[in-house]
């Protein structure tokens, strides 16, 4: 497993704490206004689009289409849209993105993609 490796446990902490607040996030349920939800969009089609492909079939990064994100985890979708991916390119957006707005988006993805908004 990850042995005595501190990237391995930092990443497991992150994770944990990804998961129990995006527990919390969920019992929230907090939609984000209309004006943000079109923020939203632009941040994902734009600064996501950039790295996992403009139509989000994938690039840099993997797709991030409904067929592809089907039967995922969306607590952890969540969490590595807010804390990244250490050691890879996918980098943290919770300076930027709420939990509730992070768990918000992950729901849009898994309804339909950015074409069927």
């Known amino acids: 497993m990850g042995g005595g490796n501190p990237a391995f446990f930092s990443w497991c902490r992150i994770l944990l704490a990804a998961t129990l607040a995006g527990a919390a996030a969920a019992a929230a349920g907090e939609v984000p206004s209309p004006a943000r939800q079109a923020e939203l969009w632009a941040l994902l089609r734009q600064d996501c689009g950039s790295c996992h492909g403009l139509t989000l079939r994938g690039g840099l990064g993997p797709p991030l289409r ?4 089907s039967g995922k985890d969306p607590q952890s979708l969540a969490a590595t849209i807010l804390y990244g991916r250490p050691g ?6 919770s300076r930027f993105l709420s939990e509730d707005e992070a768990a918000w988006l992950v729901r849009r993805l898994l309804e339909a993609g950015p074409d069927e908004r």
């Open 66 to 69: 409904p067929e592809a994100l």
């Open 88 to 93: 890879t390119a996918m980098p943290p957006w």
